[in-house]
């Protein structure tokens, strides 16, 4: 029977991305979502073997506690890590939509202590609220991103930034008086070929 190998990469052969206020990321990911805790563990301990640093998660995989396991056992100083977390959006899982900010601070601080870290590297707003960013919901997204920003100024985030946001949820972070005092520094969103090169203008309004 045919046995598969793998071999590690050198970490300092992953190409980096350098965000809007500084910060380098690696531009590949090993990625947490759909498992359960115990294969979230086992699949980041074997990224991280073969050579990943970068690891995406969020409060709403439910599997922070083995990612936290795999990062643990792995041997590796928390600054070689480039760690990415997410917090629900607005009215979505555990984060209310009357008390949004204090909400969401709450989810980011069980993170640190599932991903049992004392900061992440890049924590994302992962959904816009549901029924999307009109007048109705951007008061209480602007609430959210202000509670946030407080962390990056605590430094448990040394970057904030948005997963599935769209034009009109940008445009309401802009309402904000003088604009939002961190601009966000990603927008984490599905692209690929069968999309074509700039899917309703997204990527070109984000850059």
Same mark, same amino acid.
């Given at each position: 029977a045919a046995v598969a190998t793998t071999e590690s990469a050198p970490a300092s052969s992953i190409p980096t991305v350098t965000l809007n206020?500084? #910060?380098?990321?690696? $531009? =590949?990911?090993?990625?947490?979502?759909? @498992?359960?805790?115990?294969?979230?563990?086992? /699949? *980041? !301990? +074997?990224?991280?073997? #073969?050579?990943?640093? $970068? =690891?995406?998660?969020?409060?709403?995989? @439910?599997?922070?506690?083995?990612?936290?396991? /795999? *990062? !643990? +056992?792995?041997?590796?100083?928390?600054?070689?890590?480039?760690?990415?977390?997410?917090?629900?959006g607005c009215g979505r899982d555990s984060v209310s939509r009357h008390q949004c900010g204090p909400d969401s601070v709450r989810a980011f601080a069980q993170s640190l202590q599932q991903l049992n870290v004392s900061y992440v590297d890049l924590l994302l707003v992962h959904f816009p609220p549901p029924g999307g960013c009109g007048p109705l919901n951007c008061p209480v997204i602007q609430q959210q991103w202000q509670a946030l920003e407080a962390l990056v100024a605590t430094k448990q985030v040394r970057a904030l930034g948005v997963s599935n946001f769209c034009q009109s949820c940008f445009q309401c972070l802009d309402k904000l008086p003088g604009?939002?005092?961190?601009?966000?520094?990603?927008?984490?969103?599905?692209?690929?070929?069968g999309g074509g090169a700039d899917p309703q203008g997204l990527v070109s309004y984000c850059r």
């Amino acid at each position: 029977a045919a046995v598969a190998t793998t071999e590690s990469a050198p970490a300092s052969s992953i190409p980096t991305v350098t965000l809007n206020n500084g #910060v380098r990321m690696p $531009a =590949i990911s090993a990625g947490s979502g759909r @498992y359960d805790a115990p294969t979230a563990e086992a /699949a *980041i !301990a +074997a990224a991280l073997r #073969v050579g990943f640093r $970068a =690891i995406d998660d969020a409060f709403n995989y @439910y599997n922070q506690m083995g990612v936290g396991r /795999a *990062i !643990a +056992a792995s041997g590796l100083r928390r600054e070689d890590l480039f760690i990415t977390t997410k917090v629900p959006g607005c009215g979505r899982d555990s984060v209310s939509r009357h008390q949004c900010g204090p909400d969401s601070v709450r989810a980011f601080a069980q993170s640190l202590q599932q991903l049992n870290v004392s900061y992440v590297d890049l924590l994302l707003v992962h959904f816009p609220p549901p029924g999307g960013c009109g007048p109705l919901n951007c008061p209480v997204i602007q609430q959210q991103w202000q509670a946030l920003e407080a962390l990056v100024a605590t430094k448990q985030v040394r970057a904030l930034g948005v997963s599935n946001f769209c034009q009109s949820c940008f445009q309401c972070l802009d309402k904000l008086p003088g604009g939002p005092h961190i601009l966000p520094a990603v927008n984490q969103v599905q692209f690929h070929i069968g999309g074509g090169a700039d899917p309703q203008g997204l990527v070109s309004y984000c850059r």
